[in-house]
């Protein structure tokens, strides 16, 4: 098991929550009415994809492992999964019950998400509701 750690983008700022925003231009909100609860700080790792897709092709050449398990969903994991299927590797994937992007399903061995399914709650319901996507 590898844990990969990128690095965060010099990009990340602190953005104004869509509902929010909406309520502040259609002037249901004032500007001093905000929390810090109506930010969100967005900030993008980088290099993880990079790392991640050599450690697969590092695992595939060398026969390391007979399988690889790759907690992801992103399309950047289409090389590197086709790459160990050809070496002969079983790649499985767990999306965490994430959508992931159709091509990366075509070149999958399998797709199990193992942890459990996370309960989605809504502001208009008084009880918890199972995400069904």
Known sequence: MAIRLGH???????ILKE????????????FKDLTD?????????????????????TLAYKRNVDQIVLVAGDADFVPAAKLARREGLDFVLDPMWKAIHPSLNEHVDGIRSTSPRPIVKTAHAKLAIPNSG
Do not use: C, H, N, P
């Open 8 to 14: 965060l983008s010099e990009q990340a700022e602190w």
């Open 19 to 30: 509902g929010r925003l909406q309520s502040l231009l259609s002037g249901k909100v004032e």
């Open 37 to 57: 609860d109506d930010f969100r700080y967005d900030a993008k790792q980088k290099g993880l994809d990079m790392r991640i897709g050599t450690d697969i092709a």
